[in-house]
């Protein structure tokens, strides 16, 4: 069946979902399986040229963080790089070293000069694409690559592009596989995508051709029974995969579409009231018990949510595992595989000699507080920065105090990295705490009044205080920081409940916001809300949403709570960075 492009996303539309989207190269193998299959030599795809010329990621990700250079992007060329941490625009006909990413998600540094393009296709032929960067933290990670490969003078690709190609079906994906020399807008008009049998690889072309095409089915399946929302779960797990969860407000979208045609007012969505599901084999998680008969995560996060299995824990043992889905204690001698995970925090050096209270008064006067360690990664961080300070034979204060120990920012955290012995509390008043780099970094306590170099932590919360609306807020949070600020657990409350009394309005934007249609808030950072500390007769009863739609702000005074607010609304907000 041939038709022009129009009328093939109407017969895709009318018949299955929409035009095939590709998100990735295993979208784009199955494409060409089934062009060799039905042996096409041009096939229509979803793709079609709009009047936006936005940036994109090669790998897909969306653009959620930018580090451009002054001036930059001059919107004159199409590809990006990096010199000297910033971000440029380059034509991509120009050579340079390029950096991909492999399947376990490691950097890899080519030291091979070549096109955007080529440099696209060699990632992807030998790994899997071009760099992307998502936050301050992998732009710092590239620079050092960079720095160790002695190209940080030189401009250096990473997998940023900008085009003005957009999906039939509006979702984000910025996959691209054009064929070399395309797309060329030969004479004017081609505005429409073929992907090519021969080559394999994609070209623009008039979108008035008559070729054949592939649609894609939606994946939402709508079940026209009256059931418990435990039945069905069953029904799904029996019949197809699972009830659908909306991640994102492209499937919030998609979903919509689909019960428009349900029989009732409303559909049972695959969401239950807890803040997590885990769901393998037995394997070794972080959680291990204290003297105290408390349950803490190795990383020092708090337990807001707990999954054991019946009659556990019995009291047995002291390490947790996962068994089919719930939790079981066992004894930490026993063998199991298991999970680790890695986190990184902005950390400042102070050179001076100061005793641990005054070296807290500073951090909090000029910072925010003494380092806080939370986790092995930290730790090894830690760690690192002395060693680079060339301290690594001194002890260095951190924020760790002996009362039944706490760390100086009051955070809930348990993680723990003695050395052996310690602490030992010799003479009766060793109150505070050290880290020593000849013991590979472990802990020890110390009397307070010592004299010694430390850490402080900087804040990764920024206020703004400018007014704008909810939108406007996101935006400049996105192009000058990461994002608005999520606040996911008591502490992250503390913390930005201490930035917004310095707010000058009388409440400052979060990056919260609420799906009107099933009366679900949402943080940015693709969180459900579980921990919550809304204001009286806010948030928990649904939103009206016809005027405009709600979102969340905290209150700079009181007890911080959090209120829904029309998002036209102009508040100062909170980055994080």
Not at 151 to 176: C, T
Not at 290 to 308: A, I, R
Not at 447 to 455: A, G, M, Q, V
Request: hydrophobic letters at 35%; charged letters at 20%; glycine letters at 6%.
């Amino acid at each position: 069946m041939n038709k022009n492009w129009t009328e093939a996303q109407s017969y895709c539309r009318e018949h299955y979902s929409d035009l095939a989207t590709a998100e990735n190269m295993d979208d784009m193998n199955k494409l060409k399986d089934l062009m060799k299959s039905v042996g096409y030599y041009y096939i229509w795809i979803g793709l079609h040229r709009t009047s936006q010329d936005e940036w994109h990621w090669s790998s897909g990700d969306p653009v959620l963080y930018v580090n451009w250079g002054v001036n930059q992007p001059n919107g004159v060329v199409e590809c990006a790089s990096m010199l000297q941490g910033q971000w440029y625009d380059v034509q991509c006909s120009y050579t340079n070293t390029f950096i991909c990413y492999n399947r376990s998600s490691q950097l890899v540094f080519v030291n091979q000069t070549k096109s955007w393009r080529d440099a696209q296709s060699y990632c992807r032929e030998n790994h899997i694409d071009l760099v992307t960067v998502r936050n301050s933290i992998e732009n710092q990670e590239l620079e050092r690559i960079i720095i160790d490969n002695q190209n940080y003078d030189d401009f250096v690709w990473m997998g940023l592009f900008r085009d003005s190609w957009q999906w039939s079906d509006q979702s984000d994906s910025s996959f691209r596989d054009w064929d070399k020399g395309e797309p060329n807008n030969y004479g004017g008009n081609e505005n429409c995508v073929v992907s090519r049998s021969a080559q394999r690889h994609w070209n623009d072309i008039a979108c008035n051709g008559q070729y054949p095409f592939i649609c894609q089915k939606d994946k939402l399946v709508l079940i026209q029974q009256n059931m418990t929302w435990s039945e069905a779960k069953v029904y799904c797990k029996l019949h197809h995969v699972e009830l659908v969860s909306v991640d994102s407000v492209e499937m919030q979208r998609s979903v919509e579409n689909v019960v428009e045609r349900a029989s009732t007012e409303s559909v049972w969505l695959g969401l239950i009231h807890f803040c997590c599901m885990n769901i393998v084999q037995l394997i070794w998680i972080g959680l291990q018990r204290t003297g105290q008969d408390e349950w803490h995560w190795s990383s020092g996060d708090s337990v807001l949510y707990v999954n054991w299995g019946v009659n556990q824990p019995n009291g047995g043992a002291e390490c947790a595992s996962m068994y089919r889905g719930q939790w079981h204690d066992v004894k930490c001698s026993y063998t199991n595989t298991f999970i680790c995970y890695n986190r990184s925090s902005q950390l400042v050096f102070v050179n001076q000699m100061k005793s641990w209270r005054d070296a807290q008064s500073y951090c909090r006067e000029n910072h925010v507080d003494l380092v806080t360690v939370r986790n092995q990664s930290e730790n090894q961080e830690l760690e690192r920065i002395i060693n680079v300070s060339q301290k690594y034979n001194e002890y260095v204060w951190m924020g760790l105090f002996r009362d039944s120990w706490q760390w100086s920012d009051q955070s809930d955290s348990s993680y723990r990295n003695w050395n052996t012995g310690e602490p030992n509390n010799a003479g009766g008043n060793e109150n505070c705490a050290v880290i020593y780099h000849e013991s590979q970094g472990k802990w020890n306590d110390i009397k307070c009044d010592l004299n010694i170099p430390f850490i402080c932590q900087e804040d990764k919360l920024i206020l703004i205080q400018q007014n704008l609306t909810w939108l406007e807020s996101m935006g400049y949070c996105r192009q000058h920081h990461v994002d608005l600020v999520s606040v996911d657990s008591v502490e992250m409350q503390r913390r930005v409940g201490n930035v917004v009394k310095r707010a000058s309005t009388e409440s400052v934007w979060l990056g919260l916001h609420n799906f009107c249609s099933m009366n679900m808030w949402i943080w940015l950072n693709g969180e459900v809300v579980c921990y919550q500390n809304w204001a009286p007769g806010n948030g928990t009863a649904p939103e009206d949403c016809g005027l405009e739609w709600r979102k969340g702000a905290m209150e700079s005074g009181g007890d911080h709570y959090w209120i829904s607010l029309p998002e036209s609304r102009k508040l100062n907000f909170i980055c994080t960075n």
